[in-house]
Each structure stands twice: as structure tokens, then as C-alpha cells.
């Protein structure tokens, strides 16, 4: 049977690591197994979806290099869901109800003041034709709720192992609105049965919305033993709370401009939260093979910026120079120069500055001026390797006695402009001998 998975985003926002977490592991179950992928928009909600939202998903995704197969919009398949509604109204399991949202609200908090749990007390299943006949002459159109088998759901979660879960506190869900758009839930069911869907692989704040939708699944077809679930723990921060609105409000665009490597974004949320080390690879097939739902741990993976920014300075340390040079684009580094300061930087954009130390301009920094002309005139002529560097500073520590940082530190700084970096021995060789001078001679 071919493995068909679906990333389902609402396009009412940009996509951010917790989906794009979902989105990825949807992506690579289906490739390992030469499934189909399928990105669906979850777009009924008219007013909230946009289309700038819709491109700025498709965008990230191809970023990352994760393609799709099919590409689904629920606004173009509005009648099957109409069609779905039709049997369920006609097997009675969709009701209309006229609370307004005021009634609704009076009934939920009467209810928690009474110490009891806001589930809907579905006495519009008591109203008379007569009485529906009177709501609808004054004007009000219904909602349609789903109702609800208070029996306990289960299924074999594939993260989560054997699940039982207790529907009993839970509100017969609305399908449909007043003005008769569709809610998630119904649009959802229909297409993962329609698109043989074999596996839904969400965030485990979909663990109820499961329950309700097996539920749906089998008021409209047989097919529920055919679909897998499995729900992903939702990223938490350091210390094992939600991530910060700062981080959730982070669209992935975020990481692009700071300099993170797509491979290396996909490959920490794939190992993230799993029992396997968290490493770069540089490949989706790679990534794959090494991608199981079975690693997945049930205990939330904390998200932490400097961990993520680790791996892509790993990332970049590890990769092959035609893959940098490919990543770079219009900028063009020597194959002698990355090998010089691939392990001094954590992004592609701070090799930049090392760039201009070797073939640029920078701002010396001299605070020893005494120091730095007596290193001046003991700097050797001709043509550099990286013995020059080990020469020079033996001539300088013969005339100066110093030693360790302050025999060192003020050449670096006045060379680079920096407190750090990589080994003098290996940039001065591309600095040359003239920039050397005359950085060295700036007062
Ligand atoms: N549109 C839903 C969401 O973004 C999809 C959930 C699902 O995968 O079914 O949360």
C-alpha cells in the first residue's frame, strides 16, 4: 500500500518551527517509504486565509528543499464537504443548534461556577419542529453540531503507543457555522478519507481534535482502521514551557536571515526530541533513511536557538566546499580561504567578515602603538606560509620579552579588527605582506 501523508496548514500566518517540525516529519515518512506527500491548505476560513500566506508557506518548504506531490485547496472542495454534511444530517448525527454565542457563553460559565466542565448540554436536541420553525421566521440560522458517542475512542497512536481517550467531557464539536462555512474538523475527515490519507502525523494538541475525528471518520465511512495517527509532543523552551512568543512568532524567514543552512534547520527538528544524536545531514534522501516515527520521544524536545546554531556551524565545518560555494550563490570564496575559517564561524554570513580581514578593508585596532611599530619592523619580507607567522613573533618575544596575551593579542587585533578568530599562522599567508604593513602602521 502506498504511504500517503499530508501537511495540513491553516494559511493564517507564517509557518513556524512547531509546524514546520510536522511539516518535515509528514515529508520524510512518505519519502522513505516512496510514498506521496501532500500539501493541503486548510484555507476554509475565508476571512482569516490569505494567498500572501499560502506563497509564503509554499516558499519556506521549497527552501528547505522539501517538495510535495499534490498540492490540495479545501476552498475548491467545498461541495464534497457539503455532500459529507448531507449524510450526516440524514443520519442524524449533525443537529442544529440556536444558542446564540452570548447563550453559549452564559451556559459555560454557569456550569464552571458550579464546579462542573463547560460541555455543551445539547438541549437543542429537545427543541420541537415548531420551535426551529420559530428561530428560523425570526431569523437566526443554526449552527450544526456533531453528536458525539460518549464512549472512549482509541486507536494505536504511533509515538503515543495504545491511547483510550474519554470523550465524555467534551462539547458535541460545531461543523458548520451560522453562515454555513466549515470548521476544520468536518473538511479535514473528508479529505483524509478522500485522499486515502494512510497517515496523519500532527502536534499533540490535535490528540482531542483525533478522538472527535475518528469518530467523524466512522459516522461517514469504514475506512478508520486504514488511517494511522501519530502526534508529534509539542516543542517547549529550556526549561520545559511553551516556547516564547518571540520564538512561535519567529516565521522561518528568521533563521534564513540569520544564516541558518535549510539542510541544517531540517535535520535538528528531524533528530530533535528523538533518541537519535542530533547531527547534520546534507540530504533529504540521508535524512530520510534516518528518520523513524518509532525514535520519536513522547517527552516534549526543548528548543534551544544555540544548540540549533551548533549544528549549522557543525554543518557548515563538515560540508564539502562545492556544496558552500553552491549555498554562497553570487559570492565567491577560495577553497584555501574557507578551509582557513570554516571552524571560527557559526554561519555562512560570518565568514564574511574573515573575507574582508583577508582581501578587504577592516578597522585596525592598535591601543599599544610602541608595541605595534617594534612588531612592524621585525616583519619578515618575500613571500608568507604559515611558518611566517611562528618567525616573526619569535623575533618580537626576543626583543620585547613578552609573552602569551600581550605578546599576541595587540598583533591580532591590529591584523584583524578582532579579539578572535582563526589562527594568525593560517590568515596572514592571505592577508599578505602589504595589507599586514598597512594595517600595522595605522595609528
Ligand atoms: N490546519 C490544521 C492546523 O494547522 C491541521 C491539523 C491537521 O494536521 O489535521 O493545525
Redesign the pocket.
Known sequence: MTVIT?????PTGNLHLG?LR?AIANALLSHSLEGIFIL?Y?DTDILRSSFEYKRSIAADLRWLGISWNQEIYQSDRISMYQEAADLLKESGYLYPCYETKEDLEFSRKKLLSQGKPPVYDRSALNLSSTQRLEFESSGRRPHWRFKLDHSLVSWTDLIRGEQKYSINNVSDPILIREDGTFL?TLP?VVD?ISLGITH????E??VT?TAV?IQVIRALSEKINTIKFAHLPLLTDDSGGPLSKRINSLGISYFQDFGIEPMALCSFLTFLGTSSDIKPMYDLNSLSDNFNLKNVSRNPPKFNESDLLSLNAKYLRDAPFSMILEALGDVKYNEEFWIVVRDNIETLPDAHYWWEVCYGIIKPIINDSEYISVALDLLPKGDWDVETFGLWVKQIKLKTGRKGKELFQPLRLAITGRGDGPELKFLMPLIGYDKTVSRLRKK
Open positions: 499530508r501537511f495540513a496548514p491553516s509546524n510536522i493541503r486548510d476544520y479535514s483524509d496523519v502525523i500532527r502536534g494538541d490535535h481534535n475525528q
